[in-house]
């Protein structure tokens, strides 16, 4: 219900004219990417209200264009150095939008959001991830996310805390999260 509130998802019409949230669906790229610009509007982090792309940001990534649900989206994240996408074997950068968001990566995308609102530092990293360790991608951003309390992690059974990084990011976690991430922007 916050997000719907804030403007950053509305769900689903279904065919009957109610709305659904479709919380246990993954959430892929295009729409993370929607959710979060949407955050950063509301919270006038950098530019996000204003930027619009020009002909070079069209041409930044090879599988984006016009038609892409939330292009505009993906495009800021990109200015914004929040998302960089992945180099092609062939010199070129894609988005993949259609791909399902991770945990690492999302912490990757929360920690930058925050940084480029001024809101990344002063916490201590989260060391004790069971599964997280110099060689897991993002590893200092997944540290920061469960130091932030945005993101705890799974509970081991002996006790102790794992994150999971490669666990898809589904559309309940993804509400979390940002909400979560705005808790911490105002703090």
Avoid: C
Avoid at 30 to 47: G, H, P, V
Avoid at 65 to 87: Q, Y
């Amino acid at each position: 219900r916050w997000l719907a509130d804030r403007g950053i998802s509305t769900g689903w019409k279904e065919a009957d004219g109610s709305s659904t949230f479709r919380g246990m669906s993954p959430v892929v790229r295009q729409d993370m990417a929607a959710f979060l610009r949407r955050e950063a509007k509301n919270r006038n982090i950098a530019d996000a209200r204003t930027w619009q792309p020009s002909a070079a940001d069209w041409k930044r990534f090879r599988d984006v264009d016009r038609n892409t649900p939330h292009a505009e989206d993906i495009l800021w994240l990109a200015h914004a150095g929040i998302s960089e996408g992945w180099k092609e074997a062939d010199g070129t950068a894609a988005f993949r939008g259609m791909s399902p968001v991770v945990r690492q990566d999302m912490a990757a995308f929360l920690k930058r959001l925050a940084a480029r609102a001024g809101r990344d530092g002063g916490v201590k990293p989260k060391t004790d991830f069971t599964d997280v360790t110099a060689a897991t991608p993002h590893m200092a951003d997944v540290q920061w996310l469960g130091a932030s309390g945005i993101s705890q992690g799974y509970r081991n059974n002996d006790g102790s805390w794992r994150f999971e990084g490669m666990t898809r990011v589904y559309r309940q976690d993804m509400a979390a999260f940002i909400h979560r991430l705005d808790t911490h922007l105002t703090k």
